[in-house]
């Protein structure tokens, strides 16, 4: 059962426009949560992440932004790159020395 | 030189070989992962080393065997795999088992075949 779930495998987003990527989770006790960044032959990257108590997250490009209430967490790029074409991971742990749980990844794709 | 360095990058092996997974790194990490990723599967932890102890076996079968002989270094060893066990094995490290919204740095992975 997954407690990490990214329901889009992939997704296209026009260069110069807001990507968005969503990531659902049914594990109310998590309290810390991440996105990774994959390119290929690579191993992920970290690039932000966010606890409970905030709401929104804020690093250049990139905001991810928590709903606890609804579960659901998302990623948004803007504007974005070519070189944002990556596989973007969401992860998730219960307390800062716990385990963390991935999901399976969201393939974004930039156009030109 | 991401400071997560992974060898060998490719490796395919027979189901009754012993070979070895090496992971190093050089930034001064007092936590260490083995992660496997499976195709169409989300990333999986292994193993958690913290200052050299093992700290998490995440129930991976004995034939999965790592080691931690000081805190720049992590290997798994490998002994009679299956094919099932086919994958991408990631190293990763992070300032300690606590460091958790700063991230952990990945290495490039090792990409398991057993055939």
């Known amino acids: 059962d997954q407690q990490v779930k990214q329901n889009s495998p992939s997704l296209s987003v026009q260069e110069g426009r807001i990507s968005i990527l969503n990531c659902d989770y049914t594990?109310?006790?998590?309290?810390?949560f991440l996105w990774y960044k994959k390119y290929p032959a690579e191993g992920p990257t970290f690039l932000i992440s966010?606890?409970?108590?905030?709401d929104k997250n804020e690093d250049g490009r990139f905001t991810v932004f928590l709903n606890k209430s609804a579960k659901h967490l998302s990623l948004h790029i803007v504007p974005s790159q070519p070189g944002d074409s990556a596989v973007y991971f969401c992860?998730?742990?219960?307390?800062?020395?716990?385990?963390?749980?991935f999901g399976k990844g969201t393939r974004l794709h930039i156009l030109p | 030189e991401t400071g997560v360095t992974q060898t060998p990058r490719h490796l395919v092996m027979g189901m009754t070989n012993k070979k070895s997974l090496k992971c190093e790194q050089h930034?001064?990490?007092?936590?260490m992962y083995w992660y496997k990723q499976s195709a169409k599967k989300p990333l999986e932890l292994m193993f958690v080393?913290?200052?050299?102890?093992?700290?998490e076996n995440n129930s991976v079968p004995s034939r999965f065997s790592p080691e931690c002989p000081n805190s720049s270094h992590l290997f798994l060893h490998l002994h009679t795999l299956q094919p099932e066990d086919s994958a991408l094995y990631l190293c990763?490290?992070?300032?300690?088992?606590?460091?958790?919204?700063?991230?952990?740095?990945f290495g490039s992975g090792t990409r398991l075949t057993v055939v």
């Open positions: 080393y913290s200052l050299e102890e093992r700290v």
């Open positions: 930034l001064g990490h007092n936590a």
């Open positions: 966010i606890s409970s108590i905030k």
């Open positions: 992860a998730a742990s219960e307390n800062r020395d716990d385990k963390i749980i």
């Open positions: 990763a490290s992070s300032q300690d088992t606590r460091s958790i919204l700063y991230g952990y740095t």
């Open positions: 594990n109310s006790m998590f309290d810390y």
